[in-house]
């Protein structure tokens, strides 16, 4: 072979790769400005306005746009069993515009953060609301922080410029695509501007046989877990550590709004035993967290009800139908009144 056809060879594969680079860079460049200018979560300072809507499937990265969002003055936090709370309900009942920040499986430090972001767009916040479950009343020396679902932490923090590193992945393309739908009325939004969507199949659709085998099968009472020794009065709750954190963070004016969560009856441990004192415990020190932060409310409606005793109520032992969501929301408007209902107990008054 010549030196000069080596030397020619050489040359075109050294264009290919500069063309094949370029290309490639080109095309990363596209994607990036793609999704940053389309802004998928809402997270990012420099994108153009326009009316988003929340597009994950996992709201830990839809949330914190709304937890921001200027549209809002109050929110709810909490886990499933709270997101089927309205805020078209909840508005008019507190004097204000709620967002669902409830998210499936939130941890009490994944809700914290969620609650660092709301408060520090909303200094003036009128209302916060938290359902309590299971995962407030871990016992021990720590607690779950995260689930297997990935959390954005970039989100969360003070600096959205964060976001412009994370453009380049295959959710956040994703993502990109289904907000574009959305804006250019090609698809039908899925999640709602407020944070609340239906995850319940249609009340019409119920089924008194099927909603009974879900609730057999759920394999007994709910416990806390976690490591404890010795009487209740020494056990260690640390996320209720968190708790109490998170509220005194908030202004006095703001109103706070606790409240255990109304599981199913079958979920409750028998009278007397290890569970239901871990409950009781519970129960007590938030009570005594609230009785102790200014304007603060907790109510239990994780006790033997209208609500909890009829199976009719539920779909399965953690959530109810979207009727008594709404009963809910009177009856939590109640206790932020100062008055006790049939379906909940006031542990600590306004």
Known sequence: MSSSTSSSDAASWRGF?????????LATVVIALFVALVDPFDTLPLSP??????????ARFSFPALARSPRFDSALFGTSTSRLLR?????PSFGARFANLAMNSAT???????????????PDARTVMVGLDIGWCVTGDTYQKLTPRPFPAWMYGQSRWLGYLHLLNLYAVQEAGQQLGILVGVKKPVYGRDGYTSFVPPDST???ARAEAHLRAWGGPAVPGGARDGPPASWRYPALETLRADLAAFRPSTRKVLFFVPYNHTLFPPPGSEGAAVWSECKRRVAAIGAA?????????????????????????????VGVADRLVRDLA?????????????????
């Open 87 to 91: 805020p078209a309900a909840l508005d």
């Open 17 to 25: 790769f500069a063309l094949s680079a370029g290309t490639a860079l």
């Open 334 to 350: 109640a206790a932020a009144r100062g008055e006790g209902t049939a379906d909940g107990a006031l542990l600590a008054p306004p």
């Open 49 to 58: 306005p326009a009316a988003r809507w929340p597009v994950a499937t996992d």
């Open 206 to 208: 119920y089924d008194l």
């Open 108 to 122: 009490p430090y994944e809700q914290s953060e969620l609650m660092a972001v709301f408060r520090r767009a909303h």
């Open 293 to 321: 932060a200014p304007n603060t409310v907790v109510a239990d409606f994780m006790r033997p009800s209208p609500i909890t005793d009829n199976d009719r109520n539920y779909w399965d032992p953690l959530h109810y139908r």
